[in-house]
Structure formats: C-alpha cells, structure tokens
C-alpha cells in the first residue's frame, strides 16, 4: 500500500493512495467508526495486527462507499506532511554510491559512513523549505532512498536484513556545505530545519520489490541534476540494515537515508557551483515511490 500524512490543522492524520485519490482515514472513521482503529502511521508500522485491521479497514470502507465523498481527495487537494511522523532515529549513509564518491574525490569507504539527523529536519511534500541564509550559502540537494524500519532488529543477517524493513520512500537530504565541511563532523551541514523533507508516500517493501533496482532522481526548476541508479550503492539495503543491527537495536519507525548519486552541486568544479537559492524547485523522483516536490524559500 501506499500512506500518505495529510496535515490538518497542525496535526497529522493518516492517509492512503488509492486508485489516484487520498483516502483520508481520519474522516473515514468520523463516518464509519472501527473500535481500535487508530489513523497513526507510526501505529501502522509497529504494530503487523493494527497494521492488518487498518489494511482490512480501508478496503471494506472503500467496498461499501458510503461517503465516499467525504472521506476520498484528490492528490493536490491535500497538504502533505512527512509520510513518517515520529521516527526515533534518523541515520544516514554518507559516500555510497560509487559514482558520488568519485565526484567528491573521496575514497570509497571501506564500511558504511554513518552519521544523523533529527525530528526537526523533517517536512513534508510540497512544503517550503527555508533556507537558512545567516548561517550558509551553499545548500545543495541530494536525492534518497529513504528505508523504514518495520521491526525491531538486533544482530540482523545480511540474508534475513530486508524481512525487518516496513517499506521505502523519497527524501532530499538537504546539505548546507560549508557548515557540513566546516569540521570533521557533518552533522551541523545536514540539520538545519525542514532539511528532510519526506514522501510524498510511504510504499510498503512489498509493492517496491528489490530497492537496489531503482531509477533515482533529482530536478531542480525543471532540469535533470541527478540520474542514477539505487543498484550504484555501494553497500546495498540489506547490507545497510544488517550493519547497522550490529551496533544499535533499530526500532519500528526508525528511518535510514541511504545515500545520493553523482550530480550534486558539490561535484562540479568550484567556479561552476551554483547553489540553491530563493525560489528553487526541487524534486526527488525514485521509481515506485513518487516526486517529492519542495520549494527553496529565503528564511525571513
């Protein structure tokens, strides 16, 4: 299936993508109430019965079609916000597509490059990103794979890594570059606020199928900056998940960012470098998951 977070009124209901139109889960049960049924998606990823009785929910709803029109929106009608509500972690991978690291001049690790963000990066589809200007210069995007934890793991087998995951969506894991080349540390480059946006739809893993087959990428005001491949990764979803286990138990909600391709504006040489600026529209494009859309928007 294919959830969606429509933002109402500051809060986050829960949604569903369904031949074209937003089911809005919310409305859904103001009409036809279901005791136990809760329109959270962090309660659909943790939870395989709630999972099942929410799954079971929207299709007899959708069957009987009392209220149809109460309860079922068209894509743009809705405000969006990020497809994965509250994660407890937000990991990233750095330097793991081949070509990317080639770009960049960097070696090709030799383990995953782990570093993190946290909630405050997070935003939704369509949402205006604010560039914050007293402090960077230099925002670049980066197309992403974004994998969901849907289990606890600890400990986890590179074979077995993909059964724990819930699904996948896009992100744009914004980067200011000087803050994040400022020192050794890349965090402060990477969390600035809404520098993850997220979505548009959170695809459960088994309509996406093999997430190491993927077309990615990235069009910023209408023109192609990134086109690759998620199969470029250099340490593939499965090996992402089973290395990460070994040193810390991932929770259902836990995110992981899986790194971008060649194209960012890093890797031009330096006289060509044109950063992103008020006004920008970029779109993160992953096949299967969607176009994640966001405009850049000058902070004050």
């Known amino acids: 299936m294919k959830w969606v977070t429509i933002r109402k009124d500051h809060e986050d209901v829960l949604g569903v993508l369904t031949d074209g139109y937003v089911m809005d889960i919310g409305e859904a049960l103001a009409l036809n109430p279901e005791p136990g049924i809760?329109?959270?998606?962090?309660?659909?990823?943790?939870?395989?019965?709630?999972?099942?009785?929410?799954?079971?929910?929207?299709?007899?709803?959708?069957?009987?079609?009392?209220?149809?029109?109460?309860?079922?929106?068209?894509?743009?009608?809705?405000t969006y916000g990020p497809c994965v509500t509250r994660p407890g972690k937000i990991i990233c991978v750095g330097l793991n597509y081949r070509k990317h690291a080639e770009e960049t001049k960097a070696?090709?690790?030799?383990?995953?490059?782990?570093?993190?963000?946290?909630?405050?990066?997070?935003?939704?589809?369509?949402?205006d990103i604010p560039l914050p200007e007293r402090v960077t210069s230099e925002v670049d995007y980066e197309a992403e794979l974004v994998i969901v934890?849907?289990?606890?793991?600890?400990?986890?087998?590179?074979?077995?890594?993909?059964?724990?995951?819930?699904?996948?969506?896009?992100?744009?894991?914004?980067?200011?570059?000087?803050?994040?080349?400022?020192?050794?540390?890349?965090?402060?480059?990477?969390?600035?606020?809404?520098?993850?946006?997220?979505?548009?739809?959170?695809?459960t893993a088994?309509?996406?199928?093999?997430?190491?087959?993927?077309?990615?990428?990235?069009?910023?005001?209408?023109?192609?900056?990134?086109?690759?491949?998620?199969?470029?990764m250099i340490f593939p979803c499965d090996e992402i998940v089973s290395y990460v286990s070994q040193h810390m138990t991932l929770d259902p909600g836990d995110i992981i960012l899986t790194g971008t391709p060649?194209?960012?504006?890093?890797?031009?040489?330096?006289?060509?470098?044109?950063?992103?600026?008020?006004?920008?529209?970029?779109?993160?494009?992953?096949?299967?998951l969607g176009k994640l859309t966001n405009r850049m928007v000058s902070e004050q």
């Not at 070696?107 to 949402?127: D, Q, R, V, W």
Request: proline share 5%; hydrophobic share 35%; net charge negative.
């Open 149 to 203: 934890i849907g289990q606890k793991a600890k400990y986890v087998d590179k074979d077995r890594a993909l059964d724990y995951v819930f699904g996948y969506c896009c992100v744009n894991d914004l980067s200011a570059r000087d803050l994040q080349l400022r020192t050794p540390q890349w965090l402060l480059g990477k969390s600035c606020d809404k520098f993850s946006p997220l979505g548009p739809w959170l695809v």
């Open 107 to 127: 070696p090709i690790p030799e383990y995953p490059i782990l570093f993190n963000k946290f909630s405050n990066t997070l935003a939704g589809h369509g949402e």
């Open 262 to 288: 060649e194209g960012v504006v890093l890797g031009l040489p330096r006289e060509q470098r044109v950063y992103l600026k008020d006004g920008d529209i970029v779109t993160i494009e992953i096949e299967k």
């Open 38 to 78: 809760i329109a959270d998606i962090m309660e659909v990823i943790g939870n395989p019965d709630h999972r099942a009785a929410m799954e079971s929910y929207v299709k007899q709803t959708l069957l009987a079609g009392i209220g149809r029109e109460k309860f079922l929106f068209r894509e743009e009608d809705i």
């Open 206 to 232: 088994d309509e996406v199928g093999n997430p190491n087959d993927l077309a990615i990428r990235a069009v910023v005001n209408g023109e192609t900056r990134q086109s690759s491949n998620t199969s470029d």
